[in-house]
């Protein structure tokens, strides 16, 4: 799907199709047609009208959300028809939900299908009286930002015999090389090297190489400096501590949190942010074998501390663990540190499978993560740490174990295990976002499709976006 900007007056711009998003019938030209066939403009409603070439979706709040929900509908309303042009009138519509509305609603993952429907060539026409170069920049930048949303869910959406942790590491080299990046491959040799033992562990019956990837964006104006950290688990089985078949299914998408940071690594060249970024993913397999580690083993991380096994589908916070104190040995002033994991179901039962729940030690930049999440169009909400809550992941013969003795709170005990991998000097500059929920969905919700949404990527981009 092509979105165009024109400057010129509506009825002028030749279209096929004319889009009008409504929240009064009282104003609309068709009022008496739309309330014969019941249309209401409320959320989610549509009419189509091939007769006279108009598409009318209801729509309730002025806000980002309602509006890339309606403009969404529309294009995927359009994209049903043999019609290859309509257009939109900005009027007071909310222009970067109109443009990431369409992007993100017009995705379709349909790489494995034998009969592939042939891709038509529609487009958008966004019409507005003048375009500033605010406009014009609001307008650029919401498409390089659903180009970057749309890149991670493709990635997630990926099979694991076709995206395991060498393939990960080529798709960032690409990114590298089409966004200028620095890139940095490691494989296991390394991480032995290095006494990361945990994310090493994790990877050992694969017959894939486990491999840390490490992008990294240095502008030379950059007045901030943060690290992206994201779970990169190609597949994962749950290893000896096998899931139920059912539970296996969908665990292509525990590599939404890597794929998270290279969707948004793909994207901070082409915004031009004056920001430092690094983007670390540590990719890996977690599958069984006679060479598998164990429940009752006990790893080394890479900071010296030890952890107890006592599940080995409690993977994701071994990768994250290892991968945090490389970034902090490796990069140093960090400003921020963010690290994207789909780590517990807990999250999803806790908040629901729309929702991210971000976790860490200071209020403020908790609130700050949550406030612009919402503002880009996602959801989250904060989960609190506490002193009792911590005392459950203590281990009688290690330093920490890897799942708590209770089975309630999964989700903050895994926020607080992470947290012993954050180095003190960098407490309150860390946020961990489980996007376990929002990340891959089985059923198409809002903009988003079945399968991946691309969680997190619009979420950071605004959080770049409004860092002073």
């Not at 307008?139 to 076709?162: C, G, L, M």
């Not at 990837?213 to 597949?235: D, F, M, Q, R, S």
């Not at 709170?409 to 991998?421: E, R």
């Not at 489980?434 to 979420?459: C, L, M, Q, T």
């Amino acid at each position: 799907m092509k979105v165009n900007l024109i400057e010129n007056d509506f009825k002028s711009v030749e279209s096929e199709l004319e889009i009008f998003i409504v929240d009064d019938l009282e104003n609309c030209e068709d009022k008496d047609i739309l309330e014969n066939i019941g249309f209401e403009e409320k959320d989610e409603s549509i009419a189509f009208l091939p007769e006279i070439g108009r598409i009318y979706v209801g729509f309730e709040e002025h806000d980002y959300e309602s509006i890339a929900i309606a403009i969404s509908i529309a294009i995927k309303k359009l994209k049903t028809t043999k019609f290859k042009s309509a257009k939109i009138e900005l009027k007071d519509l909310d222009l970067k939900a109109l443009v990431e509305g369409t992007l993100l609603g017009a995705y379709e993952f349909n790489e494995y299908k034998s009969k592939k429907k042939k891709s038509k060539k529609q487009e958008l026409s966004i019409c507005v009286p003048k375009i500033t170069d605010e406009i014009k920049d609001v307008f650029e930048q919401s498409k390089v930002i659903s180009k970057a949303v749309n890149k991670t869910r493709d990635i997630v959406n990926t099979p694991p015999a076709d995206c395991y942790p060498k393939v990960m590491a080529e798709l960032a080299k690409k990114i590298a090389k089409d966004s200028n990046l620095e890139c940095t491959i490691h494989g296991e040799k390394y991480l032995e090297k290095n006494g990361m033992n945990a994310m090493l562990s994790v990877g050992r019956a694969s017959i894939h190489e486990s491999k840390l990837i490490h992008l990294a964006y240095k502008p030379e104006n950059a007045k901030k400096k943060v690290v992206l950290v994201g779970k990169g688990l190609t597949y994962d089985s749950g290893g000896l501590s096998l899931k139920p078949a059912d539970y296996m299914v969908t665990m292509k998408s525990d590599k939404s949190g890597g794929s998270a940071v290279l969707g948004i690594m793909s994207a901070v060249a082409k915004l031009n942010l004056p920001i430092e970024i690094h983007g670390i993913v540590g990719a890996v397999e977690n599958m069984i074998g006679g060479d598998a580690y164990k429940p009752d083993d006990v790893l080394k991380a890479k900071n010296g501390k030890t952890i107890e096994i006592r599940n080995t589908d409690a993977e994701g916070r071994l990768v994250l663990a290892d991968c945090l104190c490389y970034a902090q040995d490796e990069i140093e002033d960090i400003d921020y540190i963010f690290d994207y994991a789909t780590l517990t179901g807990a999250c999803v039962v806790g908040v629901g499978e729309y929702t991210i729940g971000v976790m860490g030690n200071d209020t403020i930049l908790k609130r700050d993560v949550v406030a612009n999440t919402l503002q880009a169009g996602e959801y989250a909400t904060t989960l609190p740490f506490n002193r009792f809550l911590r005392k459950t992941i203590k281990s009688e013969i290690a330093d920490i174990c890897n799942i708590a003795n209770t089975r309630y709170g999964g989700a903050i005990t895994a926020g607080l295990f992470l947290d012993n991998f954050i180095y003190e000097e960098n407490k309150d500059k860390w946020a961990h976002l489980d996007i376990a929920g929002p990340a891959f969905v089985e059923k198409a919700w809002g903009y988003n499709p079945h399968g991946a949404s691309g969680a997190g990527v619009r979420a950071t981009l605004q959080f770049f976006k409004n860092l002073n």
